[in-house]
Nanobody, 119 residues
Framework: QVQLVESGGGLVQAGGSLRLSCAAS????????MGWYRQAPGNERELVAA???????NYADSVRGRFTISRDNAKNTVYLQMNSLKPEDTAIYYC?????????????WGQGTQVTISS
């Protein structure tokens, strides 16, 4: 059994900052990629940022330069530092991780955390 537990969402004014955390726990042999997705009402879920096990990162164009993703492999935790937040960043943010329990990786999702940016 693997769980991803997110924290750090909330309501902030435009221009503010938030930091999201997501910790993976359970029977984990290895974590390949960890990332954050978001879904706003009426929109499809989209990739925000991801970080590979070697530290390589990937960002959506809409957040590059404002958001920073990082991970602590010893803690199986991924973070998303969000600065210069805009109302269009409002969404439910989901943690995602490709986790190897036995032989092959499979994707796991967190329950989601609401981020609301007021103008």
């Amino acid at each position: 059994q693997v769980q991803l537990v997110e924290s750090g969402g909330g309501l902030v004014q435009a221009g503010g900052s938030l930091r999201l955390s997501c910790a993976a726990s359970g029977s984990i042999k290895r974590i390949i990629t960890m990332g954050w997705y978001r879904q706003a009402p009426g929109n499809e879920r989209e990739l925000v940022a991801a970080v590979a096990s070697d530290g390589k990162t990937n960002y959506a164009d809409s957040v590059r330069g404002r958001f920073t993703i990082s991970r602590d492999n010893a803690k199986n935790t991924v973070y998303l530092q969000m600065n210069s937040l805009k109302p269009e960043d409002t969404a439910i943010y989901y943690c995602n991780a490709d986790i190897v329990q036995y032989y092959s990786p499979r994707p796991y999702w967190g329950q989601g955390t609401q981020v609301t940016i007021s103008s």
